[in-house]
């Protein structure tokens, strides 16, 4: 089993910068695709960005240039790295595992960003 806790949110004033972390346990193979998601009141959960096992990331265009995704060597922890916010970045903010080989999903609990103007 795979469990993951984020770690990081907070409040922070529009323009400012957080890291959101992820720390991740059990059976993490080197086929899982990492990613951040986030999900605003009355708003569906959205991809925010993804790290493949080769390392390759891809952005969604409201964060591209804003933010970065990283992991460490270890695969331990997955990071988030995001500047430049904005109060509409406000949201839950989640970690998230994807096992492409057969589907299966992994999530945190989340950690809540909040961005003031």
């Known amino acids: 089993q795979v469990q993951l806790v984020e770690s990081g949110g907070g409040l922070v004033q529009a323009g400012g910068s957080l890291r959101l972390s992820c720390a991740a346990s059990?059976?993490?193979?080197?086929?899982?695709?990492m990613g951040w998601y986030r999900q605003a009141p009355g708003n569906q959960r959205e991809l925010i960005a993804r790290i493949t096992p080769g390392g390759r990331t891809s952005y969604a265009d409201f964060v591209k240039d804003r933010f970065t995704i990283s992991r460490d060597n270890a695969w331990n922890t997955v990071y988030l790295q995001m500047n430049s916010l904005k109060p509409e970045d406000t949201a839950v903010y989640y970690c998230n595992v994807h096992n492409d080989l057969n589907g299966a999903d992994y999530w945190g609990r989340g950690t809540q960003v909040t961005i003031s103007s």
């Open positions: 059990g059976s993490i193979f080197r086929v899982f695709v």
